[in-house]
Structure formats: C-alpha cells, structure tokens
C-alpha cells in the first residue's frame, strides 16, 4: 500500500567504485525525499525530489525521479570513505503519516 | 542554531518501569514526530503531531503514548516498558515550505529494556 520498496538493503564497494540504491512505490508519489545517516549518527536531509523525471546533483551524488512518479533513484559516483553510512528515502506526505524505505547500507572498502 | 533535542542519549531502564523521553525543537515548526529504527525494518513512525494538542498514530504505535501540549515539545511516554521496545528512537520536526519539505532529526535515543 503505502510503503516504499529500497533495495539493496545491503551494498559493499571499493572506494571508487559507483553505488545506486532505489526507492520503489506501487502508488505514485507526490514527492520524495532522501536522508543519509552515518553510523552512530541520526538521518540527515540530502534532497527533495517533486516534478516528473526530475534529475538533481549534488557534487557526486544524483538523484533522479522516475517519469510516473514511483520511482527514485540515488547515484555516488566514485565512492569515498565518506559516503559510509545508510541512505533512505521517504515517500514523502502532504499529512502526518510518513513512510521510509528499509534503506541501503554503505560500505566502502579503502 | 536550528535543531531539535532529545534527551536522553542513552537509558537502560528495567520492565514495567515508567519512562519518557523528551524531544524539544526551536524553529516554531508545527509538525513533530516520532520513530524507532530497528536493524533490518528501517524508521518507522509511532506517534506524530500536526498542531499543538493534535496527535495521531503512526505505524507502531502500541504501547506508547505522546502528548503536544506546546508546540515546540513532544515528548514520547513509555507507560510500561518492555524488552521488545529496546530500541534507537528519533525524533524529528519539518519544515514545510512551497514544494519543500524536510525532516530535521534529533540525536537519538538508544534505549535498552531489560
């Protein structure tokens, strides 16, 4: 129903190497959102992603959303040590009920 | 500095025992909510509030209550804990602007029932 399918759940890369993780929804979505949170950390706000196919950039980091609207996708080009942690998405709501994916946890080997 | 707090960062506390966690944001934000995140199931939401003295149930709710007498505090009240609500819990406010939205999270709070 209301919930976002992530996957991978789980994504180890040798640093420089690419990483994706997608957010998928049965239902289209009004918007989307995606946090990182390193370990030990809490989640952080990356993006917010509104209109149809939609692309945005953030240095390494791309974010696209699909055409129909219920899909996501986060890129890191050229992984670095940084970028350890787990990514979510969450789906996003114009009300209280908020839904997040289960999320993708990054590893990066030096 | 904008920011939302939650105390405490860590509390070991035994069953049955009556426990609340606080939650505090400074910028005037409207909406608070409530998550625990367990490895595996991600941040689900057990309690969130649209307003002051408006509250309503997320996904996980049960055995837990929340109250919002004021708007910049929202605090999350363990009646009667027990082992299976040893968890990571968040809380968050948003900010809601025109097509941009966002979560603000606090620390955490990483409790333990024994």
């Known amino acids: 129903g209301q919930q976002v399918m992530q996957i991978p759940q789980y994504q180890h890369v040798q640093e420089g190497e690419d990483f994706t993780t997608y957010c998928n929804s049965s239902?289209?979505?009004?918007?989307i959102q995606w946090y990182k949170q390193r370990p030990g950390g809490h989640p952080v706000f990356l993006i917010q992603?509104?209109?149809?196919?939609e692309v945005k950039k953030q240095k390494r980091l791309t974010f696209q959303f699909g055409e129909a609207k219920k899909n996501s996708s986060l890129h890191i080009t050229a992984t670095q040590t940084t970028d350890v942690g787990t990514y979510f998405c969450?789906?996003?709501?114009?009300?209280?009920?908020?839904?997040f994916g289960r999320g993708t946890q990054l590893t990066v080997w030096p | 500095e904008a920011q939302v707090t939650q105390n405490p960062r860590y509390l070991i506390t035994v069953t049955g025992k009556k426990l609340t966690v606080t939650c505090s944001q400074n910028?005037?934000?409207?909406?608070m909510s409530w998550y625990r995140q367990d490895p595996g199931l991600g941040l689900r939401q057990i309690y969130y509030s649209m307003n002051v003295e408006v509250t309503d149930k997320g996904d996980v709710p049960e055995g837990y209550k929340v109250s919002r007498k004021e708007k910049r505090n929202f605090p999350l009240i363990l009646e009667s804990p027990s082992p299976n609500q040893t968890s990571l819990y968040f809380c968050a406010s948003r900010f809601r602007g025109r097509n941009n939205e966002k979560l603000f999270f606090g620390s955490g709070t990483q409790l333990s029932v024994l």
């Open positions: 910028m005037n934000h409207e909406y």
């Open positions: 992603l509104v209109k149809s196919g």
């Open positions: 969450d789906r996003g709501s114009t009300l209280g009920r908020l839904y």
């Open positions: 239902t289209t979505l009004s918007n």
